[in-house]
């Protein structure tokens, strides 16, 4: 079992930037695929970001493609999203979460969810 705790996350202004954190303990995360979702409430999840644990493939949503960068850390255990030109349509709750393989839609772990406000 593993456990995903988040970090950052908060109210920024329309053309800002801001970087979330998802650390990992309590298995070998360098083996995991990570992965961002973000959620609006009454609306359904949202792909964001996947990366795979060497970290040499990533993939993104088109609403956040050339904006956002996802990125890893093995030595610290630690995932990121750095969100650039952040939009008012970017406000949610954002996750992260792992899994094994990377076509697999199973997610064995899952963060708490921080949210990201995005004013105009």
């Known amino acids: 079992q593993v456990q995903l705790v988040q970090s950052g996350g908060g109210l920024v202004q329309a053309g800002d930037s801001l970087k979330l954190s998802c650390a990992a303990s309590g298995r070998t995360f360098s083996t995991m695929v990570m992965v961002w979702f973000r959620q609006v409430r009454g609306k359904e999840r949202e792909f964001v970001a996947q990366r795979d644990w060497s970290g040499d493939t990533t993939a993104y949503g088109n609403s956040v493609k050339g904006r956002f960068i996802i990125s890893r850390d093995n030595a610290k255990n630690t995932l990121y999203l750095q969100m650039n030109s952040l939009k008012p349509e970017d406000t949610a709750e954002y996750y992260c979460?792992?899994?094994?393989?990377?076509?697999?839609?199973?997610?064995?772990?899952w963060g708490q969810g921080t949210q990201v406000t995005v004013s105009s």
């Open positions: 979460a792992g899994k094994d393989t990377w076509s697999t839609r199973e997610y064995h772990s």
